[in-house]
């Protein structure tokens, strides 16, 4: 079975920095997109960030530019999220997805196969 399991998050104030972690297994990761999403109660889930794994492209929510950085490792199969100058309204579960498609709306929640449970990140005033 493919498992995705994120890890990192927690409570902050404004303006601090967190470090989510999404780490696969039983599923070839490098064969498609990796993306970040959230969601906050009463909201739709929204894209944060994504990366193409084969060739590195990423992709950012205009919310979340400037501030957060996706990246991975290929040989530890993860996917990390940088959160800098965190605000309240970054505050929500935030979801790790994985898919093997190509040329997809990577902000669509549709596209990607597989999640993980999510972790909550928590932004103080």
């Known amino acids: 079975q493919v498992l995705l399991v994120e890890s990192g998050g927690g409570s902050v104030q404004a303006g601090g920095s967190l470090r989510l972690s999404c780490v696969t297994s039983?599923?070839?990761?490098?064969?498609?997109?990796m993306a970040w999403f959230r969601q906050a109660p009463g909201k739709e889930r929204e894209g944060v960030a994504c990366?193409?794994?084969?060739?590195?492209?990423?992709y950012y929510a205009d919310s979340v530019k400037g501030r957060f950085t996706i990246s991975h490792d290929n040989a530890k199969n993860t996917v990390y999220l940088q959160m800098n100058s965190l605000k309240p309204e970054d505050t929500a579960m935030y979801y790790c997805?994985?898919?093997?498609?190509?040329?997809?709306?990577?902000?669509?929640?549709?596209?990607?196969?597989?999640w993980g449970q999510g972790t909550q990140v928590t932004v103080s005033s």
């Open positions: 997805a994985s898919t093997r498609a190509y040329g997809i709306r990577w902000t669509e929640p549709m596209w990607y196969t597989y």
């Open positions: 039983g599923y070839t990761y490098n064969s498609g997109y």
């Open positions: 990366i193409y794994t084969p060739g590195g492209t990423t």
